[in-house]
């Protein structure tokens, strides 16, 4: 509990006990009344049980207080004070849901016994009987009293507690229970005219519409609690909708969903520290999600540039806040969300984009996020440079205060990061894991069939998180394209291929490759890399043979055949290594099948339909690059041999003697 929180306990504790020593040691007791007082004190301790739960904040609500008003006006301030203490410990003690701590006890007992002395004074104020002494004006003044002095009190240690403004707390929680008080004072004056026709006895005979008061009050919270509930589920659906989108969108910036988590999480902590409104760390949560939404503008080779951007792209991305903003304005949020998103590049010293605010012009929440979203890409890893270490970042950003970014945030960040960092690894979006469905079409197996012992089937559902699915699209589409683009820009062969495989195991996870093509009903080795290389390139394979023969005999994809079927491939006494799955393409020119591309993974079912997929969409490319190359070849051999004699002609004479003239001169 916060030092000021168990500080103004006290001070309530003292307040109330000390006040009802005060009244007990002058109080004046007329025998007459006892039994009158004694019944009042039974009832106010039954209605007691008669008590609603308030919504949002740990208490209950009970009709007692008609009793307390009933002691002020028919017996005396003394009075007052035992029956509000007895009401108030019947409240808690009788049917609790959770048992009260002593402090709890001790709490409620010092404010009942400081609310019913007030009131009983206000009640029989000399000022307000000289100003106005008739009954309705001295019973609302009494009810008010008491309603705000018990209300303000319980507000008061739920906002120290909880770090919150006491007028927020009073409005949201113990403001719509006037209306109850007003009703109380109202029945109490009521009673008082019985008791003075009839006598006091027949004040029992308020106690069935103090059960319909409690009954309907019960009805209304329970709409009210239906309402809200209602309120809350649609508020959650709209916010799980924010972070499935936020997360796309941090997905195609090549980061993962714990950068928006940390983002969020130090956000909301700064923000409860610097005491900001409620409405501010609303539209916080949102804005601190959705904050670049704006980058679907922006190029994506800008984006994940790995190196310094140019002027021209700086201009490009500086139009993401803008961007962004005018996206969330078509949402409509409660909360002043969009000036969030937009000012967040903005800095303390007005140097920041887009529209040059400084200092207190720049909104709360926007300089909140600044920082937190400079400290979290310092210390993250991006595409630019490596992660840096939380300290030497802090140390950083605390130069920066009072220039880019608020003082007052910086100190808050600065002081409490150690702490908060532990919150932000274990923070979740608690989005769901979404399950992608992934199937391959049913084909015949090969020769010598497929192993299925010990495995599952590759065609089975494989679940996988939807943000990995988002960024592997990225990359996939970025890595096809530098593939195609490389597979086109050279006519040396082996560089060619070589570039393919190392590209191709960041896509592919895989132990080797090998690309063979087909002369006179063979499979001759033509290119290969990684684990086994060797055994794979000194080994021909018959059409029909193995995995990579049955590929080039059908014209079909295998995906997890037995890699080890493949001559060349099996088992290595001195290394122990076994290619035990496979991946086999053919290679297709004009003519038909030219050869094939086999990947070989160690592991069984090392191959997923994507990875066919991902191998199917370079073969065509790869197989022209290679068709290109062997007329290349063949052109080259052409230029340099007689066609009659088949001789060499003129041309490599004069090769070769630039050669020896230039290794002579070396």
Same mark, same amino acid.
């Given at each position: 509990?916060?030092?000021?929180?168990?500080?103004?306990?006290?001070?309530?504790?003292?307040?109330?006990? !000390?006040?009802?020593?005060?009244?007990?040691?002058?109080?004046?007791?007329?025998?007459?009344?006892?039994?009158?007082?004694?019944?009042?004190?039974?009832?106010?301790?039954?209605?007691?049980?008669?008590?609603?739960?308030?919504?949002?904040?740990?208490?209950?609500?009970?009709?007692?207080?008609?009793?307390?008003?009933?002691?002020?006006?028919?017996?005396?301030?003394?009075?007052?004070?035992?029956?509000?203490?007895?009401?108030?410990?019947?409240?808690?003690?009788?049917?609790?849901?959770?048992?009260?701590?002593?402090? &709890?006890?001790?709490?409620?007992?010092?404010?009942?016994?400081?609310?019913?002395?007030?009131?009983?004074?206000?009640?029989? !104020?000399?000022?307000?009987?000289?100003?106005?002494?008739?009954?309705?004006?001295?019973?609302?003044?009494?009810?008010?009293?008491?309603?705000?002095?018990?209300?303000?009190?319980?507000?008061?240690?739920?906002?120290?507690?909880?770090?919150?403004?006491?007028?927020?707390?009073?409005?949201?929680?113990?403001?719509?229970?006037?209306?109850?008080?007003?009703?109380?004072?109202?029945?109490?004056?009521?009673?008082?005219?019985?008791?003075? &026709?009839?006598?006091?006895?027949?004040?029992?005979?308020?106690?069935?519409?103090?059960?319909?008061?409690?009954?309907?009050?019960?009805?209304?919270?329970?709409?009210?609690?239906?309402?809200?509930?209602?309120?809350?589920?649609?508020?959650? @659906?709209?916010?799980?909708?924010?972070?499935?989108?936020? @997360?796309?969108?941090?997905?195609?910036?090549?980061?993962?969903?714990?950068?928006?988590?940390?983002?969020?999480?130090?956000?909301?902590?700064?923000? &409860?520290?610097?005491?900001?409104?409620?409405?501010?760390?609303?539209?916080?949560? #949102?804005?601190?999600? @959705?904050?670049?939404?704006?980058?679907?503008?922006?190029?994506?080779?800008?984006?994940?540039?790995?190196?310094?951007?140019?002027?021209?792209?700086?201009?490009?991305?500086?139009?993401?806040?803008?961007?962004?903003?005018?996206?969330?304005?078509?949402?409509?949020?409660?909360?002043?969300?969009?000036?969030?998103?937009?000012?967040?590049?903005?800095?303390?010293?007005? !140097?920041?984009?887009?529209?040059?605010?400084?200092?207190?012009?720049?909104?709360?929440?926007?300089?909140?996020? !600044?920082?937190?979203?400079?400290?979290?890409?310092?210390?993250?890893?991006?595409?630019?440079?490596? +992660?840096?270490?939380?300290?030497?970042?802090?140390?950083?950003?605390?130069?920066?205060?009072?220039?880019?970014?608020?003082?007052?945030?910086?100190?808050?960040?600065?002081?409490?990061?150690?702490?908060?960092?532990?919150?932000?690894?274990?923070?979740?979006?608690?989005?769901?894991?979404?399950?992608?469905?992934?199937?391959?079409?049913?084909?015949? +197996? #090969?020769?010598?069939?497929?192993?299925?012992?010990?495995?599952?089937? #590759?065609?089975?559902?494989?679940?996988?998180?939807?943000?990995?699915?988002?960024?592997?699209?990225?990359?996939?589409?970025?890595? @096809?394209?530098?593939?195609?683009?490389?597979?086109?820009?050279?006519?040396?062969?082996?560089?060619?291929?070589?570039?393919?495989?190392?590209?191709?195991?960041?896509?592919?996870?895989?132990?080797?490759?090998?690309?063979?093509?087909?002369?006179?009903?063979?499979?001759?080795?033509?290119?290969?890399?990684?684990?086994?290389?060797?055994?794979?390139?000194?080994?021909?394979?018959?059409?029909? &043979?193995?995995?990579?023969?049955?590929?080039?005999?059908?014209?079909?994809?295998?995906?997890?055949?037995?890699?080890?079927?493949?001559?060349?491939?099996?088992?290595?006494?001195?290394?122990?290594?076994?290619?035990?799955?496979?991946?086999?393409?053919?290679?297709?020119?004009?003519?038909?099948?030219?050869?094939?591309?086999?990947?070989?993974?160690?592991?069984?079912?090392?191959?997923?339909?994507?990875?066919?997929?991902?191998?199917?969409?370079?073969?065509?490319?790869?197989?022209?690059?290679?068709?290109?190359?062997?007329?290349?070849?063949?052109? *080259?051999?052409?230029?340099?041999?007689?066609?009659?004699?088949?001789?060499?002609?003129?041309? #490599?004479?004069?090769?070769?003697? *630039?050669?020896?003239?230039?290794?002579?001169?070396?």
């Amino acid at each position: 509990m916060p030092r000021a929180a168990r500080f103004f306990i006290t001070l309530v504790c003292f307040s109330g006990f !000390s006040t009802g020593a005060v009244t007990l040691v002058q109080a004046t007791w007329r025998p007459e009344q006892t039994f009158e007082f004694v019944i009042y004190l039974v009832m106010a301790a039954l209605s007691s049980r008669l008590k609603v739960k308030l919504p949002g904040v740990n208490g209950t609500l009970s009709v007692n207080f008609i009793f307390v008003l009933l002691g002020a006006v028919e017996l005396g301030v003394a009075h007052t004070l035992i029956i509000s203490c007895v009401a108030a410990l019947s409240q808690c003690l009788l049917a609790p849901k959770t048992r009260p701590k002593p402090v &709890q006890l001790a709490f409620n007992l010092g404010n009942a016994a400081f609310c019913g002395v007030l009131c009983a004074r206000v009640y029989h !104020s000399s000022l307000l009987r000289h100003l106005d002494g008739s009954m309705p004006v001295l019973l609302f003044c009494a009810s008010l009293s008491y309603f705000l002095s018990n209300t303000l009190v319980v507000a008061e240690i739920i906002a120290l507690t909880e770090k919150k403004k006491l007028h927020q707390v009073w409005r949201d929680n113990f403001f719509w229970t006037a209306p109850q008080y007003i009703f109380g004072a109202a029945l109490t004056g009521v009673i008082h005219v019985c008791n003075s &026709q009839f006598g006091w006895q027949y004040a029992v005979l308020v106690f069935p519409g103090i059960y319909l008061l409690d009954r309907s009050y019960r009805v209304y919270l329970r709409r009210l609690q239906d309402e809200k509930q209602h309120v809350t589920e649609v508020a959650d @659906l709209h916010l799980r909708t924010i972070k499935a989108l936020a @997360l796309a969108i941090d997905a195609k910036d090549a980061t993962t969903h714990k950068h928006l988590c940390r983002v969020q999480v130090y956000s909301l902590k700064i923000a &409860q520290e610097l005491g900001i409104g409620d409405a501010e760390i609303e539209a916080l949560k #949102p804005a601190s999600l @959705l904050h670049d939404i704006g980058k679907l503008a922006v190029p994506e080779y800008i984006i994940s540039k790995p190196g310094r951007l140019t002027a021209a792209e700086f201009e490009k991305m500086k139009i993401h806040p803008s961007v962004g903003a005018k996206i969330l304005e078509c949402v409509n949020f409660p909360y002043p969300v969009v000036p969030i998103v937009r000012a967040h590049h903005e800095k303390w010293d007005g !140097s920041g984009y887009p529209d040059g605010l400084a200092g207190e012009q720049i909104p709360m929440g926007a300089r909140i996020l !600044s920082v937190v979203d400079c400290f979290d890409a310092m210390t993250s890893d991006r595409p630019y440079r490596a +992660a840096m270490e939380t300290g030497k970042a802090i140390e950083l950003i605390v130069k920066e205060a009072g220039r880019s970014y608020d003082p007052k945030v910086v100190e808050m960040l600065a002081r409490h990061y150690v702490e908060w960092e532990q919150a932000a690894k274990t923070a979740s979006l608690e989005i769901e894991e979404f399950t992608a469905e992934v199937r391959t079409a049913a084909g015949a +197996a #090969p020769a010598a069939g497929l192993d299925t012992t010990g495995s599952e089937d #590759p065609r089975r559902d494989m679940p996988m998180d939807f943000i990995l699915l988002i960024a592997g699209a990225r990359q996939e589409f970025q890595m @096809l394209h530098e593939i195609t683009r490389d597979l086109g820009n050279s006519l040396s062969v082996e560089d060619t291929l070589s570039l393919l495989a190392t590209r191709l195991r960041k896509l592919i996870p895989h132990d080797a490759m090998a690309i063979r093509l087909l002369r006179e009903d063979k499979l001759i080795p033509y290119y290969f890399d990684g684990e086994g290389a060797p055994g794979i390139a000194r080994v021909e394979i018959e059409l029909g &043979q193995g995995v990579s023969g049955w590929v080039a005999s059908n014209g079909r994809p295998i995906v997890n055949g037995e890699g080890a079927l493949d001559p060349g491939c099996g088992y290595d006494p001195q290394k122990g290594a076994q290619l035990r799955s496979a991946l086999a393409v053919p290679l297709e020119g004009p003519s038909g099948v030219v050869g094939t591309l086999t990947l070989y993974h160690s592991q069984r079912n090392g191959f997923t339909p994507d990875h066919l997929r991902i191998v199917e969409a370079i073969s065509s490319k790869v197989c022209l690059t290679i068709e290109n190359a062997r007329v290349y070849e063949a052109a *080259q051999k052409s230029a340099a041999t007689d066609e009659l004699t088949g001789l060499p002609n003129v041309r #490599p004479l004069f090769i070769h003697l *630039q050669w020896i003239w230039t290794a002579s001169k070396r």
